[in-house]
């Protein structure tokens, strides 16, 4: 078997090298394109998780590639992949002349699903179905609509972080997204329940999802749904986190830990929530399957 192992390295040097011309018509586009998004939008507190979105999204692509490469082999590519190319340079064309990012960034995904349906055929799409899907989350999306959105969420959000802590027994006020505890008045900020944030914390929850695979359908699903009320939750957390070190320590060590420390607590606050709720459910389908409600996962993979 050893002497296969030159034979699959020379095969592998080969396959990234008839990939070299596409990956440099790639970079020829968006490298410009990529270079606006870190000088502009993404140098933002509310699209900082752009770049790593993507960053991400390229080593679930590379994570892929092996199983990729294997599942499309022996397959005949398909020319649907030309319309596929086509629209997305016309997407291209149009976002970067017109500078509508929706249009630019978003061609990435089309290019990509195009350049693999002519290379590798609907296989290879399959397997990187969820990498390319994974892109989405770093698209700016149009103010319009962040507009429409953050505002009811902002008012959902402040409204539970204002009714948890009074009943808690804190002097504490709201009036629209101003929350006022003592002395103190706090702006319930986009960046702290906007649709930004819900976006981040549904790509959290998502790659979570695909990493930490399982076997029973009625656990992904209801894990999937249940990451809207969780990214919502964690959102909640972090408004009365913020709000509570305002109130016992001062507005310094609050302005302090929103630049500091707010984002960590967010994403942490969601990651013990998916896990925690995870395991609920485990514990839920394990219950369902030992009285016959659900079927058990090695009868059903039979």
Request: net charge neutral; charged share 15%; hydrophobic share 55%.
């Amino acid at each position: 078997m050893a002497i296969d192992t030159p034979l699959n390295s020379n095969t592998r040097q080969a396959q990234w090298l008839a990939w070299l011309p596409i990956i440099a018509g790639l970079a020829a586009m968006y490298v410009p394109s990529f270079t606006d998004l870190m000088r502009g939008i993404w140098s933002t507190d509310e699209q900082a998780h752009g770049p790593i979105v993507f960053g991400i999204a390229c080593w679930l692509a590379y994570r892929k590639w092996p199983a990729m490469w294997q599942a499309s082999e022996g397959k005949q590519p398909t020319p649907w992949g030309w319309p596929v190319l086509i629209f997305a340079l016309l997407l291209y064309a149009i976002g970067r002349s017109q500078d509508i990012l929706l249009f630019e960034i978003g061609s990435l995904i089309w290019g990509l699903s195009g350049v693999l349906l002519l290379n590798r055929g609907s296989a290879a799409l399959k397997a990187q179905w969820f990498a390319l899907f994974f892109m989405l989350f770093m698209i700016p999306l149009p103010g319009v609509v962040v507009d429409a959105v953050t505002m009811p969420m902002k008012m959902a959000v402040s409204f539970v972080a204002e009714h948890i802590l009074y009943a808690a027994g804190y002097p504490i006020a709201r009036t629209g997204v101003i929350l006022q505890i003592g002395q103190y008045k706090l702006l319930v900020a986009d960046a702290c329940a906007g649709l930004h944030t819900l976006f981040t914390l549904e790509a959290l929850g998502l790659l979570y999802l695909n990493i930490v695979r399982r076997d029973s359908l009625v656990r992904n699903v209801t894990l999937a749904i249940l990451i809207v009320p969780i990214s919502f939750t964690a959102n909640v957390i972090r408004v009365m986190v913020l709000t509570l070190i305002t109130y016992h320590f001062g507005d310094e060590a609050g302005q302090g830990f929103l630049h500091g420390f707010a984002g960590m607590v967010l994403f942490l606050t969601a990651l013990l929530l998916i896990i925690a709720v995870d395991s609920f459910i485990q514990w839920g389908v394990r219950r369902l399957e030992r009285r016959g409600i659900v079927m058990p996962r090695e009868e059903s993979a039979a």
